[in-house]
């Protein structure tokens, strides 16, 4: 249902408001055979998605899938084939082809992170670093390669950050806020220094987000509170440094990019 609200939005910003002025020069509207091919290796996502655009412009099109979402697939791999009214697939295609691009790009990207720290007993988060009202599928694409998803949105559980901090103007004051009013929901606690944390390390919440913090600090960090919370990292990961950051001993490691900076997969359709 959510899908399907998603792709509506997609193919009215594509149609409205007179149309695919374009297609409506063919006058034979025949049927006609279509494959979707990947120009890249890639993990690919967003195969539903596709399927629920061209079915959005005509239920009777035939989409047949040639892989699995979450698939590790090479350049050249036929994904979905394909059949039916000339006219409909194209007015389709784009916002189809556009789907398959984003999800598999966060999927591939998550992916490359997943297997930089393989070995490791620690994993791969999303952040809220997402594209306005297509966050959901964007998580879906961090599943697809790997990730684990952070809170979905505000509502989902407690996040103490650092402008929070600042504004309120005492950590203690507010994680012990927090405790008192959590209503089940769990509590992350985000610290810049070894002095933050001191100042809350006896108090019982769930988990203790360190930003930005050196190497040398995390390590430290980790050595305090790894018997007291779940512990994660967050702040200037990199493919480069994932690993290094890994092997501090955090438990979990949050990363923007895989979302805010994915490159997207490139998809063509083929008749």
């Given at each position: 249902m959510i899908i399907k609200k998603i792709?509506?939005?997609?193919?009215?910003?594509?149609?409205?408001?007179?149309?695919?002025?374009?297609?409506?020069?063919?006058?034979n509207n025949k049927k006609i055979k279509a494959k979707i091919i990947s120009n890249e290796n890639c993990i690919i996502g967003g195969l539903d998605c596709a399927k629920v655009a061209f079915k959005y412009c005509d239920k009777n099109i035939?989409?047949?899938?040639?892989?699995?979402?979450?698939?590790?697939?090479?350049?050249?791999?036929?994904?979905a084939v394909l059949y039916g009214n000339s006219k409909a697939i194209l007015k389709s295609e784009r916002v189809a082809l556009n789907f398959l691009s984003l999800i598999s790009g966060v999927a591939t990207t998550t992916r490359k992170f997943v297997d930089k720290i393989k070995g490791k007993k620690c994993k791969i988060c999303c952040t809220r670093k997402t594209v306005p009202n297509l966050r959901l599928i964007?998580?879906?694409?961090v599943k697809l390669g790997?990730?684990?998803?952070?809170?979905?949105?505000?509502?989902?559980?407690?996040?103490?950050?650092?402008?929070?901090?600042?504004?309120?103007?005492?950590?203690?004051?507010?994680?012990?806020?927090?405790?008192?009013?959590?209503k089940?929901?769990?509590?992350?606690?985000?610290v810049d220094s070894l002095n933050q944390i001191k100042q809350i390390l006896d108090l019982k919440f769930n988990r203790i987000l360190f930003d930005n913090m050196s190497e040398k600090n995390?390590?430290?960090?980790?050595?305090?509170?790894?018997?007291?919370?779940?512990?994660?990292?967050?702040?200037?990961?990199?493919l480069k440094n994932v690993r290094k950051?890994?092997?501090?001993?955090?438990?979990?490691?949050?990363?923007?990019k895989i979302t805010h900076s994915a490159p997207s997969v490139n998809f063509k359709l083929e008749i």
């Open positions: 792709v509506k939005q997609a193919i009215s910003e594509d149609l409205l408001p007179s149309g695919d002025i374009t297609t409506q020069l063919i006058k035939a989409f047949k899938t040639k892989t699995k979402d979450g698939k590790k697939i090479k350049k050249g791999k036929v994904i964007q998580k879906y694409g790997g990730g684990l998803n952070h809170r979905f949105n505000l509502s989902d559980e407690i996040l103490i950050k650092d402008n929070h901090i600042a504004i309120d103007g005492n950590i203690r004051t507010i994680v012990k806020r927090a405790i008192k009013n959590k089940g929901k769990k509590i992350t606690v985000e995390l390590k430290k960090a980790v050595k305090l509170t790894k018997n007291k919370y779940e512990t994660e990292a967050s702040g200037g990961v990199s950051i890994a092997a501090t001993g955090v438990k979990r490691i949050s990363v923007g």
